[in-house]
């Protein structure tokens, strides 16, 4: 509500990364917005003033995997100067979200079929790259489908599990999460007009209540489709 009437304060340099931006997560502290651009194909940061809520964007300064840093900037006024767009190699950033901790944002790439896991400093504000998950690879040992057109993301309210939106797939994908490290496992997906949604290839926790069970699937004859790639034969719940 005590916002102020400059929100994005940009002093004398260029502002760059937000081609198309697409969406936008705050940290939990509120000390940090991150925002997603599908033409930029980056992750921009800016740090937030708790009393105004004017947002100040970043320089580059500690805030990459070495792999990807840029040089860092002397001046804000430096034309030459990389701004902080975190290697932009993220192809049509659909959309970012926060876990409930702060410690990751998920990412997901329309052009690259991908979904993103970057670690997050909540002491600076930092992220890194420490995961992406593609269409049609194998990843800890599963054959990953469902993220072509990635254009969704989100985690349950326990942080047990992340969904992503397959625009060209027609498809919803589900991860299991691990609380501890922010890593997923790629676990199903369920795909327009290929069979009923009822289960998965092995039991999700209820989303909704950490307490509860997991349901057990029944699964009716049929047969089976391309290893990896679904379970056997139509289901039914």
């Given at each position: 509500?005590?916002?102020?009437?400059?929100?994005?304060s940009?002093?004398?340099?260029t502002?760059?990364?937000?081609?198309?931006?697409?969406s936008?997560?705050?940290?939990?502290?509120?000390?940090?917005?991150?925002?997603?651009s599908f033409?930029?194909?980056?992750?921009?940061a800016?740090?937030?003033?708790?009393?105004?809520?004017?947002?100040?964007?970043?320089?580059?300064?500690?805030?990459?995997?070495?792999?990807?840093?840029?040089?860092?900037?002397?001046?804000?006024?430096?034309?030459?100067?990389?701004?902080?767009?975190?290697?932009?190699?993220?192809?049509?950033?659909?959309q970012?979200?926060?876990?409930a901790?702060?410690?990751?944002?998920?990412?997901?790439?329309f052009?690259?079929?991908?979904?993103h896991?970057?670690?997050?400093?909540?002491?600076?504000?930092?992220?890194?790259?420490?995961?992406?998950?593609?269409d049609?690879?194998?990843?800890?040992?599963?054959?990953?489908?469902?993220?072509?057109?990635?254009?969704?993301?989100?985690?349950?309210?326990?942080?047990?599990?992340?969904?992503?939106?397959?625009?060209?797939?027609?498809?919803?994908?589900?991860f299991d999460?691990?609380?501890s490290?922010?890593?997923?496992?790629f676990?199903?997906?369920v795909?327009?007009?290929?069979?009923?949604?009822?289960?998965?290839?092995r039991d999700?926790?209820?989303?909704?209540?950490?307490?509860?069970?997991?349901?057990?699937?029944?699964?009716?004859?049929?047969?089976?489709?391309?290893?990896?790639?679904?379970?056997?034969?139509?289901?039914?719940?």
């Amino acid at each position: 509500a005590n916002v102020d009437s400059s929100v994005l304060s940009s002093q004398t340099e260029t502002l760059e990364g937000l081609g198309g931006a697409s969406s936008v997560a705050v940290s939990p502290d509120g000390r940090h917005v991150y925002v997603s651009s599908f033409l930029s194909r980056s992750v921009a940061a800016f740090d937030r003033s708790e009393e105004t809520g004017v947002l100040t964007y970043r320089r580059a300064k500690g805030a990459f995997p070495s792999s990807l840093a840029p040089p860092e900037c002397p001046s804000s006024a430096d034309p030459a100067c990389t701004q902080e767009g975190y290697g932009r190699p993220y192809q049509g950033l659909s959309q970012i979200v926060m876990s409930a901790d702060g410690l990751q944002i998920y990412g997901v790439s329309f052009l690259a079929a991908s979904l993103h896991v970057f670690t997050r400093s909540n002491v600076t504000g930092a992220i890194a790259l420490a995961d992406t998950i593609t269409d049609g690879t194998v990843h800890r040992g599963r054959a990953v489908d469902g993220l072509s057109g990635a254009f969704g993301v989100a985690l349950s309210d326990n942080g047990l599990a992340v969904y992503v939106a397959g625009y060209r797939d027609q498809a919803v994908a589900a991860f299991d999460r691990d609380p501890s490290t922010g890593m997923l496992t790629f676990v199903d997906r369920v795909k327009n007009g290929e069979r009923v949604f009822g289960t998965w290839k092995r039991d999700l926790p209820d989303t909704s209540d950490p307490d509860a069970p997991p349901q057990t699937p029944r699964r009716t004859q049929g047969s089976c489709g391309r290893a990896g790639r679904g379970l056997c034969g139509p289901l039914s719940s």
